[in-house]
């Protein structure tokens, strides 16, 4: 099982940017499907965004246009640009791998218990 740390969340105002990071152990990282979530207090876990191994892109419909999900395999590295950041995009910010490389044959990420394997997550704090 892959270990996964999250960096790059902050505080930020609204409109500005960001780009976190999700750096997972493990030499067969690019044959990982790999996925954003974000949570805040008292909500269920949501999807952001997922790429699988075949760099198929999924996006929630509240992200289109504003956030970018990449991935750099020679540094076992998941990334998320985000853009026009908004104030209801303040969540803690996690990635999850699946090591099918499948993440969902549908138009929305997958769901989050889907998923088992979490790094401890970054915070993104967006100001009005």
């Known amino acids: 099982q892959v270990q996964l740390v999250e960096s790059g969340g902050g505080p930020v105002q609204a409109g500005g940017s960001l780009t976190l990071s999700c750096t997972a152990s493990?030499?067969?990282?690019?044959?990982?499907?790999m996925v954003w979530f974000r949570q805040i207090p008292g909500k269920e876990r949501e999807g952001v965004a997922s790429l699988d191994s075949d760099g198929n892109i999924i996006y929630a419909n509240s992200v289109k246009g504003r956030f970018t999900i990449s991935r750099d395999n020679a540094k076992n590295t998941l990334y998320l640009q985000m853009n026009n950041l908004k104030p209801e995009d303040s969540a803690m910010y996690y990635c999850a791998a699946d090591a099918t490389g499948f993440c969902t044959s549908s138009p929305t990420p997958p769901p989050a218990e889907w998923y088992d394997n979490w790094g401890q997550g970054t915070q993104v704090s967006v100001s009005p």
């Open positions: 493990g030499d067969t990282y690019s044959t990982y499907c």
